[in-house]
T-cell receptor, first 115, second 113 residues
């Protein structure tokens, strides 16, 4: 149980385009989903927290207009990187927590490369 | 301040050796949770264990064991008889009162055949 999927696993795009990443909880209802960014050889950096049906809460320094988060249902959250630039290239990871909020279950991550 | 410290940046051992990964935390909360996650080269984070602050019992799961000591604010992770497949980055994390994870910097474990 507690499986989280992420799609796509890898994406390469041109500078200026927008990229949408999906995060799904496959076998549980995710009341809260988290989006992280991880640079090479570094720890995870929380970007935002989203609860189903409400606006995401962004961490300080994360541009909400740049990284659009939608958590429309209890099993799906999306992160859209708008007008992507090379500096947005990174590994993006989502996680989800259900009724027992203590544990976050992580998706496999999405590697974004912006050319 | 809430903080997790993994002082070991990288550890390299030969297969079958035992290895301990250290984790020291700081928190002002009386109730809290500690976690260990494994991140293999593929990047996917694998949940290993959750421990709440009221349960100081050590836990063993196969070759993995965890030593939680509130007196020293430590939650160390030991792999017995290490295997090459154990090679990964291991993260220790603390769940804060907002249900957000405070991450350690991670320890890269290299198991040589």
């Amino acid at each position: 149980g507690a499986v989280v999927s992420q799609h796509p696993s890898r994406v390469i795009c041109k500078s200026g385009t927008s990229v949408k990443i999906e995060c799904r909880s496959l076998d549980f209802q995710a009341t809260t989903m988290f989006w992280y960014r991880q640079f090479p050889k570094q720890s995870l950096m929380l970007m935002a927290t989203s609860n189903e049906g409400s606006k995401a809460t962004y961490e300080q320094g994360v541009e909400k207009d740049k990284f659009l988060i939608n958590h429309a249902s209890l099993t799906l959250s999306t992160l859209t990187v708008t007008s992507a630039h090379p500096e947005d290239s990174s590994f993006y990871i989502c996680s989800a927590s259900g009724v027992r909020e203590e544990t976050q279950y992580f998706g496999p991550g999405t590697r974004l490369l912006v050319l | 301040a809430q903080k997790v410290t993994q002082a070991q940046t990288e550890i390299s051992v030969v297969e079958k050796e035992d290895v301990t990964l250290d984790c020291v935390y700081e928190t002002r909360d009386t109730t809290y949770y500690l976690f260990w996650y494994k991140q293999p080269p593929s990047g996917e984070l694998v949940f290993l264990i959750r421990r709440n602050s009221f349960d100081e019992q050590n836990e063993i799961s196969g070759r993995y064991s965890w030593n939680f000591q509130k007196s020293t604010s430590s939650f160390n992770f030991t792999i017995t008889a290490s295997q090459v497949v154990d090679s990964a980055v291991y993260f220790c994390a603390l769940l804060d009162s907002n249900y957000q994870l405070i991450w350690g910097a991670g320890t890269k474990l290299i198991i040589k055949p």
